[in-house]
């Protein structure tokens, strides 16, 4: 049974998500589909990438993911899909699948790209402000059928892409980034638990705070405490126990966390 998931930054206030879904069960009626995220901030394409990266090693061979944040729907910017791996992807050529890009390619796995330049797979008429319906849900209900990903365009190979945060190795430990803010307002880092080496004296030094040492989980500290802890994929995390850090710490995606690791 084939599984499309979307992601987006539509919100849910509006129907556009339920058109998507339309299209797509127009073309293929037994697809499964799963949203991942309809809530990225507007135009926020790093956002964007990200909450879609940490979703797709979850989701079997085959899938076929839409993302669509996408401010230059209308321009000379490429709608594409691709093949990474066993995965396909769809959506705007402006950096989206940056992540996927990366590790298809740190892992020595397949990689095709195609520019959708095939109407033949789109729907018959085209808005210049809704390629997510008549561009991306399309195409990816026939790639879900089984359509050849060669058959939707012409091939490229030089996609856009994104500039990644990297923790950073430094005298005194790591700067590690913020990637994602939570609905909880937790703070996801790009820096792994298994970075840290077992250490456990090590303190997080971000807007003017410090937090000491790494918890299991949150409830290990009192209410409005603010905690580290390893999170469920393993990233390193700012949390505060019954409260948003990120409402607490101002913080925002990019901000640099200073990673002390002490004598």
Known sequence: MPVITLTTDFGI????T???KGVIWGICPDA???DITHTVSPQNIFEGAMALYRAV???PAGTVHI???DPGVGTKRRPMAARLGEQFFV???NGLFTPEI???EQKHLPAEFVHLDNPDYWLP???HTFHGRDIFAPVAAHLARGIDLTSLGTSFSDPVRITLPKPERTPEGWNAHVTIIDIYGNITTDLLADQLEGRSDISFHIRGQIINGIVESYGWRSPGDLVALKDSEGYIEIAEVNGSAGKTLGALPGDIIQVILHE
């Open 102 to 104: 990366e590790d298809a």
């Open 13 to 16: 206030k509006d129907g556009f």
């Open 67 to 69: 993302a669509v944040v």
């Open 91 to 93: 959506g705007p050529d």
């Open 57 to 59: 090693p979850f989701f």
């Open 18 to 20: 339920g058109v998507l």
């Open 125 to 127: 008429a085209i808005s």
């Open 32 to 34: 499964q589909i799963a």
